[in-house]
């Protein structure tokens, strides 16, 4: 598996080269346009649940996981930096047994100074996973991301 993860302003020039977008825009956001197959999950990047504000859910995980066997998957959110870094993360884990969390959460640190995965769905993919906590400290031991607007493209190849 190949996951391209990037900011949204990088989709135009990264999404012919996947066989599937994943999605994680704010409710409020336009959805850049695609030919490409495309999973849309529209929640606020926040960390618990706040008024007003959609949080990601135990719902949104799931359907993230269904895309582990995908060949090349574009993940994308508005900065690159929180939301598809914790999906490209929770993804990396699912290919991988149980024991690789840190070496992952220290591999995504080296591929992207900025990341700053969203704990909250780490979190929830940890319980469904069933890593007893081990996916939660390895992003709590890797801390937050250099300061960015915008997350440099990451080309992680999991394979």
């Known amino acids: 598996m190949r996951l391209l993860v990037g900011p949204i302003s990088a989709v135009g020039r990264l999404a012919g080269r996947a066989d599937h977008v994943l999605s994680l825009i704010s409710p409020d956001a336009e959805a850049p ?3 490409q197959p495309r999973t849309l999950l529209r929640f606020n990047d926040i960390a618990e649940q706040r008024e007003g504000l959609i949080a990601p859910s135990a719902a ?26 914790a999906a490209a ?23 992207s100074p ?4 969203n704990v909250l769905m780490v979190a929830l993919a940890d319980v469904i996973l069933d890593r007893g906590g081990a996916m939660t400290r390895a992003i709590a031991g890797i801390g ?9 493209v990451i080309d992680w190849r999991l394979d």
């Open 114 to 117: 900025e990341a700053t995965p």
């Open 33 to 35: 346009a695609l030919t």
């Open 144 to 152: 937050r991301g250099v300061d960015a607007y915008e997350g440099a």
């Open 60 to 85: 949104m995980v799931e359907t993230i996981l269904t895309l582990r066997e995908t060949p090349t998957l574009l993940i994308h959110c508005f900065a690159g930096v929180s939301r598809s870094t």
């Open 89 to 111: 993360y929770v993804l990396a884990c699912a290919k991988r047994p149980a024991g690789e969390e840190q070496a992952l959460a220290t591999q995504l640190r080296s591929l």
